[in-house]
Nanobody
């Protein structure tokens, strides 16, 4: 069992930055691929990006060059650094853990955090 807790959300102006953190419980964090998803009001949940256990990263096109995912296995933590934020980035952001090396869909993830709100004002 893995429990995930996100933090770092908030209100930021367009063009600003935020760093989200997701702390995982359990001793097998380093073996999981960790993903970030987001869900805006009235929209479906969207894949944002993923980092494999080896550090390979994958991003949705809309955030490439602006968002960076990293992980610190010693701290059981995955990060989402978000730069050049846009109002369309406003959403609840979720981290998730998957036992699959490359997991680009939500149904590949076994464990989910409770989410943290990110609001970008124009």
């Amino acid at each position: 069992q893995v429990q995930l807790v996100e933090s770092g959300g908030g209100l930021v102006q367009a063009g600003g930055s935020l760093r989200l953190s997701c702390v995982a419980s359990g001793r097998t964090f380093s073996s999981y691929a960790m993903g970030w998803f987001r869900q805006a009001p009235g929209k479906e949940r969207e894949f944002v990006g993923q980092i494999s256990w080896s550090g390979s990263t994958y991003y949705v096109d809309s955030v490439k060059g602006r968002f960076t995912i990293s992980r610190d296995n010693a701290k059981n933590t995955v990060y989402l650094q978000m730069n050049s934020l846009k109002p369309e980035d406003t959403a609840v952001y979720y981290c998730a853990a998957s036992g699959i090396y490359v997991a680009l869909r939500g149904n590949a993830y076994n464990y989910w955090g409770q989410g943290t709100q990110v609001t970008v004002s124009s």
